[in-house]
């Protein structure tokens, strides 16, 4: 997501998801394809769910994280695998797929069901995506997007679930990346997609709203408006970003207040120690050294503008190739001890 554009990172990486390994997980992250499917019966990392007075979101024990636990924990080297368990004991985000949408859909908002929680989905397939960068790609056309979300929506179902829409989609088209012949369709995508989402009978919907560094909430809010989300629970900021919580929160209430009051959910995962500000500006999104985890996923923010703290980016997963990491979207094992560690 974003190169050069000031914002967060390249989210995902290859792999390639049938229905039929759903159960049996995945081993490679995918582009917004899961790492490991919902597969509930494993549990390698002996992760469980967190309270659910103050956390209702989906632990899943498969993931990336939980995996990386159990080989620390095979080869003997507890003291990583401690590192680890603080990012696999946490509910993160699950990147939807294309290959089987509906499948992984239902999949995960299945196992979240069984945990008596909630998953947290995100979106992240609309064409023309990331304008070429690390996550370039996306839906073929509109109308593929369309079909693509309709599996989602049927993947969910009735289950629980909160959903954050397109990170980046409507920050490109008021940064000028994504080109102005685009801008209509995306912006009837985005809108009929909250609108479809909407007609689930448990799901929540929060349309990406980009971060604080990036645009001001003057050039923000009638560009979201016109994305569909008036009939949106409300919008995510920080989403794969390292802007404190502070700040973010700031951010989304000078937001909130041009949108008629709209909830907001934050991005904590990867803002502990706030945004690298070392490097060059434009590089400072991909990577960045000395990064900490943030405040954990929780509903108890003590704000009843701040819907939630959530893990939207997956920590761990790398921004790009950059500062010698992996492909977006891969999981680094490296950094993610960088950021447990930065947390102590």
């Keep these: 997501m974003y190169g050069s554009h000031n914002g967060r990172i390249g989210v995902r990486g290859v792999c390639a998801v049938g229905a039929a390994l759903l159960l049996a997980g995945c081993t490679s992250s995918g582009d917004g394809d899961g790492d490991g499917g919902p597969a509930g019966e494993r549990n390698p990392a002996a992760v469980g769910q967190q309270p659910k007075g103050t956390d209702p979101y989906w632990v899943n024990p498969d993931g ?19 590192l680890i368990r603080r990012i696999a004991r946490q509910p993160v985000g699950e990147w939807i797929g294309t290959d089987s949408p509906e499948a992984e859909a239902k999949g995960f908002t299945e196992a979240a069901m069984k945990a008596d929680r909630e998953a947290v989905l995100v979106l992240y397939n609309i064409p023309h995506r990331d304008c070429g960068q690390f996550s370039k790609g996306g839906a073929a056309d509109g109308d593929a997007y369309r079909a693509w979300l309709e599996s989602v929506a049927r993947g969910i179902g009735d289950r629980g679930a909160t959903v954050i829409l397109e990170p980046d989609a409507v920050l490109h ?3 000028g990346c994504t080109p102005q012949e685009f801008h209509e369709e995306r912006y009837d995508l985005l809108k ?6 909407k007609r689930l009978p448990g799901t929540k919907v929060y349309l990406d709203a980009g971060n604080a560094g990036w645009h001001t909430p003057d050039a923000l809010f009638q560009p979201l408006r016109q994305a569909g989300l008036d009939a949106a629970d409300g919008f995510a900021v920080n989403v794969s970003n390292f802007q404190t919580t502070a700040v973010s929160k700031d951010f989304g209430k000078q937001l909130s207040a041009k949108v008629g009051g709209k909830p907001f959910v934050i991005d904590t995962s990867r803002n502990g120690n706030g945004p690298y500000t070392a490097g060059a500006p434009e590089e400072n999104w991909c990577n960045p050294p000395g990064r900490a985890l943030g405040e954990t996923p ?11 703290y959530l893990w939207i980016k997956r920590p761990g997963e790398s921004d790009g190739d950059c500062r010698g990491g992996p492909k977006a979207g891969a999981w680094w094992p490296e950094y993610a001890l960088g950021l447990a560690r930065g947390t102590e």
């Design 298 to 308: 929780t509903t108890a923010t003590g704000d009843e503008l701040v819907d939630a």
């Design 173 to 175: 088209l008021v940064d």
């Design 64 to 82: 990336n994280a939980a995996r990386q636990v159990a080989r620390y924990t095979g080869d003997g080297n507890e003291k990583d695998a401690a």
């Design 192 to 197: 009929g997609a909250v609108e479809r989402l």
